[in-house]
């Protein structure tokens, strides 16, 4: 800290004005603070001191890093599909213009156009999620409903996207409770999402369902790549994304949101692996009645 503020005094001391500098205080408890400082003269215009003034910026500079991120997944990651859906339907126009529009092209072409539109549309959800819990404004709206027939649609509709994996289900014949339907969709569908991705070569995949008296667990287990125990605890984290996966797409904020939701049901959600290449392991559990609905 000493040294910081030492060419800043010195600068003073010359009478020169310092302009809102910034300083990053790294270290575990990072801060980062600006610092603005005028000379003081008297009458004469002859130098008696200054004034430096020290304003705490972290908040504002997370708040800045983050607009960063944000946007440069929006430059990025939702511009790839749009432009894939384009090139598709301009495709499909070309081929019915050269009268070569078979049902297969069709069916093909029109299969891509769904597919990349369901991928936006999950982005712009996790986009519009995000906002809303950094802004503290992740609310649910629970109300009575079945787990079992939202988990066993969202198998299906997952199932239909992939002909590598074998998606299970094995739960009670019914799981009642008071949750935020639509948002326990998106942690499914999120969870299920990953299971897929990240076990390129095809396996089964299981979601068991355990309901007991006062809590619901639901466990998605993969055979893919599977989680190093330093990973572990990251992958909760926003944008965070493992070593190893990179190359797949992906923005980072899946888990992170459905941490959110879960929580936001007072419930926890956890991962476990046996290590890299052994498969992973989500569980959340969920109380039966949500907090905000008590
Ligand atoms: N089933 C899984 N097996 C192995 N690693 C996983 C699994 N699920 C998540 N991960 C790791 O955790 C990271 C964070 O996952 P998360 O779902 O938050 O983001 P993402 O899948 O990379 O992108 P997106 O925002 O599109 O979901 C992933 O990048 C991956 O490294
Ligand atoms: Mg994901």
Request: aromatic content about 4%.
């Amino acid at each position: 800290m000493a040294e910081t503020l030492a060419p800043m005094v010195e600068a003073l001391q010359r009478g020169e004005v310092i302009a809102d500098t910034e300083v990053d205080l790294e270290g575990p408890g990072r801060r980062i603070l600006s610092f603005s400082g005028t000379p003081l003269r008297d009458a004469f215009g002859t130098l008696i001191g200054s004034v430096l003034i020290v304003r705490d910026v972290t908040g504002r500079r997370e708040v800045e890093d983050l607009k960063d991120e944000v946007l440069s997944i929006a430059s990025h990651d939702l511009r790839v599909p749009v432009a894939v859906i384009k090139a598709q339907a301009q495709l499909l126009r070309r081929l019915i213009d050269h009268k070569k529009a078979d049902i297969g092209a069709i069916d093909e072409g029109l299969g891509s156009i769904v597919g990349q539109t369901d991928h936006l549309s999950r982005l712009l959800t996790l986009l519009l999620d995000l906002s809303r819990i950094e802004a503290g404004r992740l609310e649910l709206a629970p109300a009575p409903m079945d787990l079992r027939l939202l988990i066993s649609r969202t198998i299906k509709g997952m199932q239909a996207t992939t002909r590598r994996h074998v998606l299970q289900l094995r739960a009670p014949q019914q799981v009642r409770g008071s949750w935020d339907e639509h948002r326990l969709q998106e942690v499914l569908e999120n969870l299920l999402a990953n299971a897929v991705k990240y076990s390129p070569k095809g396996g089964t995949i299981g979601v068991h369902v355990r309901a007991g008296k006062r809590s619901v667990t639901v466990r998605v287990n993969d055979q893919g790549i599977g989680l190093d125990l330093d990973e572990m605890p990251h992958v909760f984290e926003r944008f965070y994304r493992a070593k190893g996966t990179r190359a797949l797409e992906g923005a980072g904020l899946g888990l992170y949101v459905c941490q959110a939701i879960v929580a936001a049901h007072g419930g926890r959600l956890w991962a476990e692996s046996a290590g890299s290449g052994h498969g992973s392991t989500f569980s959340f559990t969920l109380p039966h009645a949500t907090m905000a609905d008590a």
